[in-house]
């Protein structure tokens, strides 16, 4: 601990857990968005792989409080209701994940960035976009294909995720069900990933643990809002949150 103190100053660290706790609210709400909070936000004052090492308990632990908020057997049921989405996203994200120095990550985030910020905004002006035919298998498997590719090689799947099960009108306890779930299995492989890669060290640890009651806490408010909000209300919040996070991969791909 310090060893921390001596790396951020005890200013900077406090705007760390108010980051934490922004983005714990955002999450408790709507369901995704804590990386892209807290990396964009840490990442303006302090080093990028300190900020990145930061996010990955928080988001960890937040994600499997969000997959079990209902119990295990409610976890389980949406993992079976979604199971292809969930094996087809999983394959192609392994697959990617070895092509990943083939296509330039800036073209990638304009590719998810230019469609997701796009659908959010016909959604929020009106367009209901309701899936071709209705939801079908093929549908479900080209989807997920799609959201494990391009996850696998820019590390971002969650906004395709998002807008399929928006575009699915799926009730909003599963919809944050089925997110911790998959972002949850996707935090697991994050925090192996960069306890290997030094990340994750014997400094940057505290930082992460430091973060994790402040996100816990907004998440807890977050979770207090959303059941206070109806269907609507629910679907607007997380379509004007997939519009925000599509227009930050459309900057990031073109002014990096």
Known sequence: ME????????????????????????KGVVGFAMPMIMISGMGSFIAPELALAGLILPTLVTNGMQAL???????????????????VGLVMLLIAAQLVTLLPVPVMLALIGGPVAGFASLQLLGWRGELPGGPSLKLEIGIGAFAGFIGGLSGVWGPPVVAYLTALGTEKREQMRVQGVIYGLGAVALT????????????????????IPPAVGGMWIGNRIQD?????????????????????????????
């Open 3 to 26: 060893s921390l103190i001596s790396l951020i100053p005890l200013q900077t660290l406090g705007l760390c857990l108010a980051i934490a706790l922004l983005a714990g609210i955002v």
């Open 69 to 87: 908020r209902q119990g295990t057997s409610a976890a389980l049921g949406s993992v079976r209701r979604f199971r292809v989405f969930l094996g």
């Open 192 to 211: 192996l990933a960069h306890l290997g890669s030094g990340v994750l060290n014997a400094t940057s640890v505290w930082l992460s643990l430091v973060l």
């Open 228 to 256: 206070r909000i109806d269907q609507t209300v629910f679907r607007k919040a997380t379509l004007i949150v997939l519009l925000v996070a599509g227009l930050n991969l459309l900057r990031r791909a073109f002014f990096g």
